[in-house]
């Protein structure tokens, strides 16, 4: 998403942005403990379980028939997790502000999980900062950043 232009309460101007996460960052008690198989792993599993399927296939004999709705059911399989993966990824919103005439300068970040609630939490800061001039409400994950 590019940066959406704010006009708050106030009367100060906030930019608004929400960008992907595409590797999940270790945050306080996660950082020794943030242990991550890299794309190795992710290319090993892949690539064996293409093995596996071209060694099932290559190996039926000639007469076996496969019905339409199992290759459809094969590409819902497939498909499934990496559409799952990318639907759920972590997203970063962040809200900052240049500050005003006797007003100071903001910078207000969180991270939502999953592309819908990233676009909802986006809708609720907007508002938030339109109605009441803040970003952040008492459950919200956006927090003030010094």
Known sequence: MGTKTVMAADHREWQVQRHIEWTTPAVGDEFEHDVDGGRGAVVLI??????????????????????????????????????????????????????????????WSGMVRGLAAAREETRVVVRSLRNRSTPGHADSPLQPVN
């Open 46 to 107: 892949l690539s064996m379980l293409a093995f596996f399927w071209l060694v099932l296939i290559v190996w039926a004999p000639s007469d076996v028939h496969f019905p339409w709705f199992y290759w459809i059911i094969a590409l819902a399989g497939i498909g499934f997790f990496p559409t799952r993966w990318l639907l759920r990824r972590p997203f970063t919103i962040v809200a900052r502000t240049q500050g005003g005439y006797d007003l100071p300068a903001e910078h």
